[in-house]
T-cell receptor, first 110, second 113 residues
Framework: EDQVTQSPEALRLQEGESSSLNCSYTVSGLRGLFWYRQDPGKGPEFLFTLYSAGEEKEKERLKATLTKKESFLHITAPKPEDSATYLCAVQQSGGNQFYFGTGTSLTVIP | NAGVTQTPKFQVLKTGQSMTLQCAQDMNHNSMYWYRQDPGMGLRLIYYSASEGTTDKGEVPNGYNVSRLNKREFSLRLESAAPSQTSVYFC????????????FGSGTQLSVL
């Protein structure tokens, strides 16, 4: 059973066209939910950690939000340099492992 | 400040050959991890080391061994490579086990023929 599901798999946006990426999870007792950005040929780069429902974090054009069963990564007025794969991961309370989703590949067209 | 350094960046092996992937971090982190990334599968944990001197199995440990050589270095060994081990391997570190703020290396692309 998948612990983390991300949608859509791929997203193409025009520069300036805002949108949201979804991460839904099935673990009980969430310890934390994490967003990473991954560029081609590179390792994932940490963006945000969210711990409880209602929490929000922002960084430049990105804002991450968390509910009881899903998280959204909102991208406002994206630029071509925002093109990357965005990964979501969750950690269960009392556990050591992080369960990663398969990512959303974002392409922003100038 | 290099962060997490992995070598080699690319490797091609024949079935049955062995090799060791090297990883070193210069952030004085306690915990280190080895992941593999396959299309459509997400990142999966192979082994981790919560602190110097300890190692534990992750989700997919079969066919691999690890050594935490010291606080900085954590190596991953494939004793007898199989085509199913063709993947991209990432080493990561964090200050403390389970903080979530993982710092990743740039990856090793391994092909087993």
């Amino acid at each position: 059973e998948d612990q983390v599901t991300q949608s859509p798999e791929a997203l193409r946006l025009q520069e300036g066209e805002s949108s949201s990426l979804n991460c839904s999870y099935t673990v009980s007792g969430l310890r934390g939910l994490f967003w990473y950005r991954q560029d081609p040929g590179k390792g994932p780069e940490f963006l945000f950690t969210l711990y409880s429902a209602g929490e929000e974090k922002e960084k430049e054009r990105l804002k991450a939000t968390l509910t009881k069963k899903e998280s959204f990564l909102h991208i406002t007025a994206p630029k071509p340099e925002d093109s990357a794969t965005y990964l979501c991961a969750v950690q269960q309370s009392g556990g050591n492992q992080f369960y990663f989703g398969t990512g959303t590949s974002l392409t922003v067209i100038p | 400040n290099a962060g997490v350094t992995q070598t080699p960046k690319f490797q091609v092996l024949k079935t049955g050959q062995s090799m060791t992937l090297q990883c070193a971090q210069d952030m004085n982190h306690n915990s280190m991890y080895w992941y593999r990334q396959d299309p459509g599968m997400g990142l999966r944990l192979i082994y981790y080391s919560a602190s110097e001197g300890t190692t534990d199995k992750g989700e997919v440990p079969n066919g691999y061994n690890v050594s935490r050589l010291n606080k900085r270095e954590f190596s991953l060994r494939l004793e007898s490579a199989a085509p199913s081990q063709t993947s991209v391997y990432f080493c990561a570190s964090s200050e403390t086990r389970g903080t979530g703020n993982l710092f990743f290396g740039s990856g090793t692309q391994l092909s087993v023929l």
